[in-house]
Nanobody
Framework: QVQLVESGGGLVQAGGSLRLSCAAS????????MGWYRQAPGKERESVAN???????DYADAVKGRFAISRDNAKNTMYLQMNSLKPEDTAIYYC??????????????WGRGTLVTVSS
């Protein structure tokens, strides 16, 4: 069974930093695009950042210059370095990935999420 597991969330003061990780495990051939999403209380899930298999990145305007997405293809792991955190960054952060299971099948997967709380 292929799954994504996030880690690294927690409570941090405004201005602080956190590093999230997302590890893929199971049987698959490769991981294509990966991304981080977040959902704040009472709001819809939104895209935070994404990265292609080749390393091309894209960020939401709200996090540009503060967050950095990266991946280690050898470890099947993606990271989100979050700096200069603000209370409005408080949310559950979800990992997303498009995974090639075999020569014929792709699957889009979501992790269960990790909570980031930024206190003012």
């Amino acid at each position: 069974q292929v799954q994504l597991v996030e880690s690294g969330g927690g409570l941090v003061q405004a201005g602080g930093s956190l590093r999230l990780s997302c590890a893929a495990s199971g049987n698959f051939i490769r991981i294509n695009s990966m991304g981080w999403y977040r959902q704040a209380p009472g709001k819809e899930r939104e895209s935070v950042a994404n990265i292609t298999s080749g390393g091309t990145t894209d960020y939401a305007d709200a996090v540009k210059g503060r967050f950095a997405i990266s991946r280690d293809n050898a470890k099947n792991t993606m990271y989100l370095q979050m700096n200069s955190l603000k209370p409005e960054d408080t949310a559950i952060y979800y990992c997303n990935a498009e995974i090639r299971l075999d020569l014929w099948r792709y699957r889009e997967l979501w992790g269960r999420g990790t909570l980031v709380t930024v206190s003012s």
